[in-house]
């Protein structure tokens, strides 16, 4: 299922608990390969090259958008 409302697809997915998984899954997936070429340029010694500078950008850009899409699911009452 394509969805591109992320409020419309957390209440149609079971109280939104498996949308909350489903982002915080993709979450954990972004920071760890993030961290993992953070990690390779900290070990390296020379300068990194500007693809992975850009990786780890567009990483932390992707990181970014996911915790803005769990703020904006609807609050679990109860």
Known sequence: M???????????NED???MLDDLERL??????AQT???????????????NTLQKIATL?????????AIANLPKQSG
């Open 36 to 50: 993992q070429l953070i990690t390779m340029c900290a070990k390296s010694k020379s300068f990194p090259d500007n």
């Open 2 to 12: 394509k969805c591109y409302n992320l409020r419309v697809c957390a209440i149609d």
């Open 16 to 18: 939104g608990k498996h």
């Open 60 to 68: 932390e850009l992707n990181i970014a958008a996911v915790e803005t």
């Open 27 to 32: 979450l954990s997936s972004l920071i760890d």
